[in-house]
């Protein structure tokens, strides 16, 4: 009887924290859809796609947000102005790349995917481009 009573407490105190875990990851998710709200889209439409100029510089890259709409089909031009670096989309298989060829500098890799899930995810480079590297990120965003 006493091991049944123990049982029920665990299982109740489990449910409960359970509950409030997700209430606070859903409270999370509402806060980044709204966090960039006030943000202008960005690049152009040409062409029926919304075309990005992206330049990647070390450790930074410009513009450092981008921003697009659900479902719009987005165009990549990225730029290369020093060293080497790579491209990834955190979480994004982006047809026909791979996020381990470097852009070297000088040349011009146009990537097209669609944005096809609202959300935030993080634009790294992929290849190692001096000591600052692992601070080079940005932020792709998709708003509904």
């Not at 509402?30 to 070390?58: C, M, T, V, W």
């Not at 852009?103 to 097209?112: M, W």
Request: hydrophobic share 40%; glycine share 8%.
């Amino acid at each position: 009887m006493l091991i049944f009573i123990l049982s029920v407490l665990l299982i109740s105190a489990c449910s409960q924290k359970e509950g409030e875990d997700t209430i606070k990851a859903k409270k999370i998710i509402e806060y980044h859809k709204k966090k960039f709200d006030n943000l202008p889209l960005s690049g152009k439409i040409i062409d029926g796609a919304r075309e990005i100029e992206l330049k990647s510089i070390q450790y930074r890259w410009e513009p450092d947000t981008i921003v697009v709409k659900k479902m719009e089909k987005i165009r990549f031009v990225i730029e290369s102005v020093d060293v080497p670096h790579g491209f990834e989309l955190e979480g994004i298989i982006i047809p026909n790349w791979d996020p381990n060829k470097a852009i070297k500098k000088g040349n011009k890799t146009i990537l097209e995917i669609t944005a096809d899930e609202a959300g935030t995810w993080d634009m790294v480079c992929t290849i190692y481009c001096g000591p600052g590297h692992v601070g080079m990120k940005g932020k792709y965003i998709v708003r509904e």
